[in-house]
Nanobody
Framework: DVQLVESGGGSVQAGGSLRLSCEVS????????IGWFRQYPGKEREGVAA????????YYDDSVTGRFTISQDNAKKTTYLQMDHLRTEDTAMYYC????????????????????WGQGTQVTVS
């Protein structure tokens, strides 16, 4: 069974940085898409960034471009989200997810594209 575990969330002051990690266990096979999403209270999850596991093509939402960086260590089956210049509006629960197919520009933002999700990690910026 595929499982994803996020870590690295916490509290930070505006302008600070955090690095989230998403470790994937279990076998998926093929080229996949790992996405990071965030969810505000009472709102639907929204895509933040995504990366293709083979090749490393990345995608970012406009709200985080230039501040967040997604990367991966395939040997460790871990995807990272480096978040710099954090703003109070970045406060949310952050989730990682895997799509068994490679990311596409038209699909990576859709939560329905992803088949497995982690439990989430809270990021609070004050």
């Amino acid at each position: 069974d595929v499982q994803l575990v996020e870590s690295g969330g916490g509290s930070v002051q505006a302008g600070g940085s955090l690095r989230l990690s998403c470790e994937v266990s279990g076998s998926i096979g093929g080229t996949n898409c790992i996405g990071w999403f965030r969810q505000y209270p009472g709102k639907e999850r929204e895509g933040v960034a995504a990366i293709v596991t083979l090749g490393g093509t990345t995608y970012y939402d406009d709200s985080v471009t230039g501040r967040f960086t997604i990367s991966q260590d395939n040997a460790k089956k871990t995807t990272y989200l480096q978040m710099d210049h954090l703003r109070t509006e970045d406060t949310a629960m952050y989730y990682c997810a895997v799509d068994v197919d490679p990311c596409r520009a038209w699909s990576w933002l859709r939560g329905s594209s992803y088949s497995h999700w982690g439990q989430g990690t809270q990021v609070t910026v004050s």
